[in-house]
Structure formats: C-alpha cells, structure tokens
C-alpha cells in the first residue's frame, strides 16, 4: 500500500480491495448501512453491490490502520459544491469510543488538499447520530445553510470547515 500519512502508529493510505471484506462485515443489517451510506446504499448487499454502492475505484478511497496493519477506520472524499467533500466515514465498530474517527478526519484533512484545489470541506452527518455529530464539531466543523438540491434535508446536518483554518487538535 502507498502511505498517503503516518502520524502516531496511525496509517492513512489508499484502501485496498481486501478492505471492502472487511467493511461488508462492519454493517450486519439495513439500518446500519443506511445510516453509513445512505439510503440507495442496498441491503441485504453482495460483494459486487457493496463496490458498486461504495462506488469502488472511481471515488478516492482511504483506510486508517493501526501498526498492526488492521482496518480502524475508513472514508472517501471526492469534490461537492466546491469543497473537498467526505463521505462514507466509519470506524471499525470494535474500537469505536477510541478517537479513531477524529483521528480519521484530521489525517483526511491533511491529505485531501493535495487532491483537491478547493478552500473548505464538507460533509452530511445523520442528526441523529450524535457520536459523529461531535466528532466533527471537534475538529471544526460548523452547521451551515442545507444545500437546495440535497437529499435528506429533514434528517441530516450540512457542516464546513476551512481548509486553512487552525486545527484543535493532539494529533
């Protein structure tokens, strides 16, 4: 794998396709995913239709693994409203409670200018999901203005944050 970033034990690089075994297994039922991928994201799901959902190969992709070389978190990002927008963020539910989401988003926050020439990122967060919901409250990430033409605009928050804005942050 090429390292896209190393900081404290933590690596950050470009997923790999046994990474998409890994994350089928993280999601057990239709509520889960759903809240993860969002509703067009089929249930119950094949191998071939979790990498078509998850868009495989066509979005930039990245998995945060541990020294050991397990799969901790994962995340993509592509360009949305002209910001370096995330998605798909999710921490490997048997070390959640354990920062490794805010670990996910700084080290994505340090990566995703390189391939992106934008000055803000974005991201949609289920407003019931209040452990994310903090998480990116923690490193930044403001309520703004819900997008006219996006989806779910009475279950979820739209939060940006400044590509050069200082981070609050132990990383």
């Known amino acids: 794998m090429t390292v896209a970033l190393e900081r404290h034990g933590w690596i950050l690089g470009a997923s790999e396709e046994r990474d998409i075994d890994a994350l089928m297994k993280w999601f057990p039922d239709r509520e889960s995913v759903s809240v993860w991928g969002g509703p067009i994201f089929r249930f119950p799901f094949t191998r071939h239709s979790f990498a078509e959902d998850l868009h495989w190969g066509s979005m930039a992709s990245f998995s945060l693994r541990n020294q050991a070389g397990q799969l901790a978190a994962f995340g993509q990002v592509y360009k949305r409203y002209d910001r370096i927008h995330f998605a798909r963020l999710v921490a490997n539910p048997g070390m959640r409670r354990q920062g490794i989401g805010r670990r996910l988003v700084e080290m994505l926050m340090t990566v995703s200018p390189s391939i992106f ?14 452990p994310a919901y903090s998480c990116y409250l923690s490193v930044g990430f403001e309520v703004q203005e819900y997008p006219d033409d996006a989806p779910m605009a009475d279950a979820c928050y739209y939060l940006t944050r400044s590509v050069t804005a200082r981070p609050d942050n132990n990383s």
Do not use: P, Q, T
Not at 117 to 130: I, P, Q, W
């Open 117 to 130: 020439d934008c000055g803000e990122y974005s991201l949609f967060v289920l407003r019931n999901n209040k």
